[in-house]
Antibody, heavy 118, light 110 residues
Framework: QLQLQESGPGLLKPSETLSLTCTVS??????????WDWIRQPPGKGLEWIGN???????YYNPSLKSRVTISVDTSKSQVFLKLNSVTAADTAIYYC??????????WGQGTLVTVSS | QSALTQPPSASGFPGQSVTISCTGI?????????VSWYQQHPGKAPKLLIY???KRPSGVPDRFSGSKSGNTASLTVSGLQAEDEAEYHC??????????FGPGTQVTVL
């Protein structure tokens, strides 16, 4: 059974870099069938697609975040990474990693709350 | 700001049906019917209910169904049950390797 687990600092100061890791277990991370999404949800608000990475290494980002986001993968460790530069309070959210397939996210991690506050 | 719109709330009595709309689906999505729906209970991660407009993953009850007409997708929950009370999110491929989520609809079982 596929499991995804997000990890990383829960509290950041404005202008710092958010760095999260998604550890994948119970399934192959380097499959041509799937890709890996990062999605976030500010408290009490809707979901926002951040971006994704394919097995080929190709990455695609939400245009509104593109200038600040980098998604990468380490297949040897079955980990997917998210970096978001120059965070502000507006980046406070629960961050989810998910497995992508035919335009949908079929397996999700439990999410990790990241708070940006001075 | 999402390009997709959903009603903020919907409700129905147990056994009834409720339909949630998701408007603003791009017509320039490269021919892909990548519309999906997610159910989210408080404090939990979203769960995939529908993919490719009207397909259900294994384990999702057939009470959940999806459809699409023009730039609007819909999710229908038939035979409402207490456990269906949750937030429902639509997601659509907008073209140019970009996805968007709707703002979410809170479904209340009366």
């Amino acid at each position: 059974q596929l499991q995804l687990q997000e990890s990383g600092p829960g509290l950041l100061k404005p202008s710092e870099t958010l760095s999260l890791t998604c550890t994948v277990s119970g399934g192959a991370i380097s499959s041509s069938t799937y890709y890996w999404d990062w999605i976030r949800q500010p408290p009490g608000k809707g979901l926002e697609w951040i971006g994704n990475i394919y097995y080929s290494g190709s990455t695609y980002y939400n245009p509104s975040l593109k200038s600040r986001v980098t998604i990468s993968v380490d297949t040897s460790k079955s980990q997917v990474f998210l970096k978001l530069n120059s965070v502000t309070a507006a980046d406070t959210a629960i961050y989810y990693c998910a497995r992508g397939w035919v335009g949908a996210s079929d397996s999700w991690g439990q999410g990790t709350l990241v708070t940006v506050s001075s | 700001q999402s390009a997709l719109t959903q009603p903020p709330s919907a409700s129905g009595f147990p056994g009834q049906s409720v339909t949630i709309s998701c408007t603003g689906i791009s017509s320039d999505a490269g021919g892909y019917n990548y519309v999906s729906w997610y159910q989210q209970h408080p404090g939990k991660a979203p769960k995939l209910l529908i993919y490719e407009v009207n397909k259900r993953p294994s384990g999702v009850p057939d009470r959940f169904s999806g459809s699409k007409s023009g730039n609007t997708a819909s999710l229908t929950v038939s035979g409402l049950q207490a456990e269906d009370e949750a937030e429902y999110h639509c997601r659509a491929y907008m073209g140019s390797n970009n996805y968007d989520f709707g703002p979410g609809t809170q479904v209340t079982v009366l």
